[in-house]
């Protein structure tokens, strides 16, 4: 069947690699480290996409409302930003989750609150997993922790996104955009005519040719009713996307009676914990969410209900942002704490371990 | 003699704004000022039949589009 | 119909039967008519996508027979740029309003002209914020009246209105920018030609179109449609002085 394609590069340039494979139609961003790679890469690899949009806007905001109109008229798209340009995005993604456009966004996350530091930083959990633009919306929000996975969850993030007509987030950070790492690309998608979009996207605003009625997408929803009724209708949207998307991973779990619950970066840090605590008998267990949003929360609350189960660790690049939702589910049944470093500081194997020490 | 023009009104589309009165070269419409549309709204009207040069001027700056024309066809 | 008599003039199919939300005399309504006149005209309602903006005119998408995106407040360029980048081959074009295009959304505005953006943007200046109840705009008249400016407007404080038109004239990716006034059934007549001439170079590829449109805000500067008519012929003008700031085409023809 296909064959394999082996290549050794950053995360940044292997997730752009990914979204031109995935068949992205448009790409709309504004530099700011440590992404920047991202669209460097594509812009050096334009001339072998001639029909593929690939623009530097003049702000986050210009770039995320190029991905409403692009995304609407029916195109595959994607922007990319670092944790300052994404908050300016979110009056844009508001919109885009009420319309329901399909749209890929990613967040290379850097430490803040503010310009804060370019290190890497997991300090945006909550702006991409709770909302961060206003009202009653989702983000469908992917963690990967390996240059891989920026690959992979790129071309998912494009099909969820397409599936569910929804905007879909990559949460990584500066260390994970920045490291080399061996990996495996896939096939390109097939190129998809003006047409084939017309024919998978009825909804699209790409002019109301052959008889269809007009189309129109908008995010006004002026009687309370209407809004209410788009409310239910994205809340059921929602709903099902928590019961069919959920992506976690289970590392040493079964006999585990301290549960560490990690993502991204500190997810490769936290396996090494594992593997540290066991080799001195302890038994700890990592719980990786993929997907932040949905979470996997019927996983944690069957641990939670295990009586072996001791304690909850969250383990994040934050002051503690995850934990709250470890603890939401949990609910008192079981200690939920939290370690973190943040500014770019990178806690090593040996800080956690002694952390959860000092817990137990 | 048969005016050179008519024009229909849509009482209901008219917002009574009056631009097509203003700008009615022959001065052949006016607001109903005795009656109101459903919406509580002098609406306009043909109020000189005979006058109507059928120009379409107050088709023209008619905002609503509430203003349909007709004009002596040229072979009569 | 009487016999004898032909049809000279009769509302738009592509208008909608809908009832227009504007107030009675606003050029809001005269323009989406006259686009649309010219949408059916050049018969081009399937391969037409409009943006409308926030401002009165949002609901602009209620009234008009062709694809529409709704914008966030300001960036219905940037829409408009994601939407023609996508469909090249398609007619775009904003409606947007002087907050919509010349506070909030100046940058998008700007960058839209100056990259040639090939969509048509619509500006319809009244001078005021009229959706949100009359609140001062940057193209508000000097000693203008307002909500906010309730001494009139304060260029000391606040600075001086924009011309916007002949901003934009002076970006290279701009091919035609013009604007005009909708106050008198002549002026109406020349718009139209105006707007077919931008979809033409639109459809050119030449670069950007933009038509400002020096409209009215009746219920906005408080007085009735016939004298607001009075304000756009006297005041508005002389700030606003219409014509074509731009033309590419103007040595070929
Ligand atoms: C981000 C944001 N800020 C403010 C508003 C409130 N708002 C709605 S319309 C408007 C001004 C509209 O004025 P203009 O663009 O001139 O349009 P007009 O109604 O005069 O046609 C404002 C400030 C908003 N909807 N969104
Ligand atoms: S067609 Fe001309 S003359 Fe007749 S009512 Fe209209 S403006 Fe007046
Ligand atoms: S211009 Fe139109 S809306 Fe205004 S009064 Fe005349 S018919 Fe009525
Ligand atoms: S408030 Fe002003 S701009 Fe808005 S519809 Fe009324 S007259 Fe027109
Ligand atoms: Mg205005």
Request: proline share 4%; glycine share 8%.
């Amino acid at each position: 069947m296909s064959k394999k394609e082996i290549a050794f590069m950053k995360g940044n340039e292997a997730l752009a690699e990914a979204a031109l494979r995935a068949g992205m139609t448009g790409y709309y961003g504004y530099p700011i480290t440590p992404q920047s790679e991202i669209m460097e890469y594509l812009t050096r690899q334009a001339p072998e996409y001639p029909n593929v949009t690939i623009l530097q806007a003049e702000s986050e905001v210009a770039s995320v409302n190029m991905l409403y109109g692009a995304g609407g008229a029916g195109g595959r798209v994607m922007t990319s930003s670092s944790s300052p340009g994404y908050s300016l995005m979110q009056e844009g993604v508001s919109y885009i989750a009420c319309a329901e456009i399909p749209s890929v966004f990613v967040n290379v996350q850097r430490g803040g609150p503010g310009l804060g530091t370019i290190q890497p930083s997991q300090g945006d959990y909550f702006q991409a997993v709770k909302g961060g633009g206003h009202g009653d919306y989702r983000v469908i929000v992917f963690a990967p922790n390996s240059v891989q996975e920026m690959v992979d969850h790129t071309i998912l993030a494009f099909d969820l996104a397409d599936k569910w007509r929804n905007p879909a987030l990559i949460l990584t950070d500066g260390a994970i955009g920045q490291m080399m790492e061996k990996i495996e690309l896939p096939e390109h998608y097939k190129f998809r005519s003006t047409e084939d979009m017309r024919a998978e996207k009825p909804w699209a605003t790409n002019g109301r040719k052959d008889g269809r009625k007009k189309n129109l997408l908008t995010s006004l929803n002026i009687k309370s009713e209407d809004m209410e009724r788009k409310n239910h209708e994205l809340q059921a949207k929602y709903a099902k996307i928590c019961d069919e998307e959920v992506r976690y991973e289970s590392y040493h779990l079964d006999d585990a009676d301290i549960i560490i619950s990690a993502y991204g970066l500190s997810s490769r840090i936290c396996k090494k914990v594992v593997d540290i605590g066991r080799e001195q008998g302890m038994k700890v267990g990592l719980l990786r969410p993929i997907t932040l949003w949905p979470f996997p929360s019927k996983k944690i609350d069957e641990l939670a209900k295990k009586e072996n189960v001791k304690l909850f660790m969250s383990i994040e690049m934050s002051v503690g942002q995850m934990v709250e939702d470890v603890k939401l589910v949990v609910n008192g049944r079981k200690p939920v704490h939290h370690y973190g470093k943040t500014g770019g500081i990178i806690f090593t194997a040996e800080d956690v371990l002694n952390q959860i020490k000092a817990k137990i | 003699m048969a005016a050179k023009g008519f024009v229909e009104i849509s009482v209901e589309g008219c917002k009574g704004c009056g631009l097509c009165v203003h700008h009615c070269p022959v001065k052949c419409l006016s607001l109903k000022m005795d009656d109101t549309n459903s919406f509580g709204l002098h609406y306009a009207y043909l109020s000189n039949e005979e006058t109507c040069i059928g120009c379409a001027n107050c088709a023209v700056i008619c905002p609503d589009a509430a203003i349909t024309v007709y004009r002596q066809s040229k072979a009569v | 119909m009487k016999d004898g008599y032909e049809l000279v003039y009769k509302r738009p199919a592509t208008l909608l039967d809908a009832r227009m939300h504007y107030c009675p005399g606003c050029f809001h309504s005269t323009m989406h008519k006259i686009i649309m006149e010219v949408v059916e005209e050049m018969g081009i309602e399937e391969d037409t996508i409009g943006v409308s903006p926030v401002g009165c005119s949002v609901f602009a998408y209620n009234y008009m027979d062709i694809d529409f995106q709704q914008a966030a407040h300001g960036r219905a360029c940037a829409v408009a740029t994601g939407i023609k980048r996508s469909l090249p081959d398609k007619f775009v074009f904003t409606y947007q309003g002087d907050g919509d295009l010349a506070a909030i959304g100046t940058a998008e505005t700007i960058h839209s002209c100056n990259r040639g953006e090939n969509f048509t943007i619509f500006f319809i200046n009244n001078a005021i914020y009229g959706m949100t109840g009359g609140q001062m705009a940057p193209t508000t008249l000097e000693g203008q009246k307002t909500s906010t400016s309730p001494y009139g407007r304060d260029i000391k404080n606040v600075g001086h209105p924009l011309r916007m038109a002949e901003m934009v004239s002076q970006l290279p990716g701009v091919a035609y920018c013009e604007r005009l006034v909708l106050n008198t059934p002549a002026n109406v007549r020349k718009a139209k030609k105006s707007i077919k001439k931008a979809f033409e170079i639109q459809k050119q590829g030449l670069g950007m179109t933009f038509l400002e449109v020096v409209s009215n805000c009746p219920s906005g500067w408080k007085c009735s449609p016939v004298e607001s008519l009075d304000f756009v012929g006297e005041d508005m003008l002389k700030y606003y002085p219409l014509g074509v700031k731009k033309d590419v085409t103007a040595n070929s023809n």
